[in-house]
């Protein structure tokens, strides 16, 4: 046989990659891809979502630190449309105003840090033993709930505003959450924010408020889609009139209670505000007075210290505001 031919011809043995060499492998046989899981995808969008959820609240109580709220969820449901509502910086608000609020709604304002937990457990005291219901909301409870949430009661609504209230409690300054609080607070029927009611009620800016008018606008807070700042009945005259001594303005007798709400008497804008109405609980009724010199717009501190010795005042005589039966305040401002 021709060599170069042989050299040709194809070889007999067996390769290294076939089964009959002896130094053949089998090949690994690759498992078939798996499928994806159901439901993973939607686990880690729902733990997107609940972490995005949880941040949005933050974020917005971080930025409303500095920017004013275009509005909020109390003026979203206001019955009485359009609502009057314009922002004012705290430089052009009277500080009566301020003064008023803190010894009208929450004295210990400048003390706790969102709660007012004596408050609250006399409350919760005063109903176990069947005694007229009182609000304990603090400044804050009520700048958290008036911002986000909706009237009325419920467990739900008030973890929520918990929670919202130690929020902006921690990111706020005091003096953040007392401007925001006048500026969304309601003062009458759709009318929202301090400068809205002083023009509405007075025909003043917030700047000009004098004490007396301060003190009927914190007096309506409680209800003000029941009392009328504008017009006021017996009773609002007779708590203006606490508020006053609480800020220093009127001397204080032996006590100062705050007067008792027997009835909210139904609000009517153009006429007196002691027209029947459905009966009302007492609001808070803080035995403790503030020091009887009175407060200056120059340079008083926005809240006096308090006196804890202070006896109760005489309780004012509301029969002629409304009948004696108690229910609960408004849950409105």
Same mark, same amino acid.
């Given at each position: 046989m021709n &060599?170069? !031919?042989? %050299? !040709? #011809?194809?070889?007999l043995e067996p390769r290294l990659s076939e089964p009959g060499h002896d130094l053949y492998v089998p090949p690994r046989r690759q498992p078939p891809p798996r499928a994806p899981r159901p439901g993973v995808p939607l686990i880690g969008a729902l733990i997107w979502l609940l972490l995005g959820s949880a941040a949005l609240p933050v974020v917005l109580i971080l930025a409303l630190r500095w920017l004013p709220p275009p509005t909020t969820a109390f003026m979203l449901q206001s &019955? /009485?449309?359009p609502v009057r509502h314009e922002w004012v910086p705290a430089t052009r608000i009277a500080k009566s105003m301020r003064h008023a609020v803190v010894a009208s709604e929450d004295q210990k304002f400048f003390e706790h840090r969102g709660f007012d937990f004596e408050a609250i457990e006399q409350a919760l005291s005063d109903q176990r033993d =069947? =005694? %007229? @219901? %009182?609000?304990?909301?603090t400044i804050s409870q009520q700048t958290a709930k008036n911002l986000f949430l909706w009237p009325g009661g419920g467990y *739900? %609504?008030? =973890?929520?505003?918990? /929670? #919202?209230? /130690?929020?902006?409690?921690t990111l706020w300054p005091k003096d953040r959450i007392l401007e925001v609080y006048l500026n969304i607070a309601e003062f009458g029927p759709g009318i929202y924010g301090v400068e809205a009611a002083a023009r509405s009620h007075f025909g003043k800016s917030a700047a000009a408020l004098s004490a007396a008018e301060s003190a009927r606008l914190a007096a309506v807070l409680p209800? +003000?889609? @029941?009392?009328s700042a504008r017009n006021p009945g017996p009773y609002v005259q007779s708590r203006s009139a606490w508020i006053l001594q609480q800020m220093g303005h009127r001397p204080r007798p032996s006590a100062a209670a705050e007067p008792a709400v027997r009835a909210q008497p139904q609000l009517d804008p153009d006429t007196d505000d002691t027209a029947p109405a459905? +009966?009302?609980? *007492?609001?808070?009724?803080d035995a403790a007075g503030i020091d009887t010199q009175p407060f200056t717009d120059a340079d008083a501190p926005i809240a006096a210290?308090?006196?804890?010795?202070?006896?109760? #005042? &005489? /309780? +004012?005589d509301a029969s002629t505001d409304a009948p004696p039966d108690a229910a609960a305040p408004d849950d409105a401002h």
């Open positions: &060599p170069a !031919r042989a %050299r !040709r #011809l194809p070889s &019955p /009485v449309t =069947g =005694g %007229r @219901r %009182r609000g304990a909301s *739900a %609504r008030k =973890g929520i505003e918990a /929670v #919202l209230t /130690v929020l902006i409690e209800s +003000p889609r @029941r009392w459905a +009966p009302a609980a *007492a609001t808070r009724n210290p308090l006196d804890a010795d202070a006896a109760p #005042l &005489p /309780v +004012p």
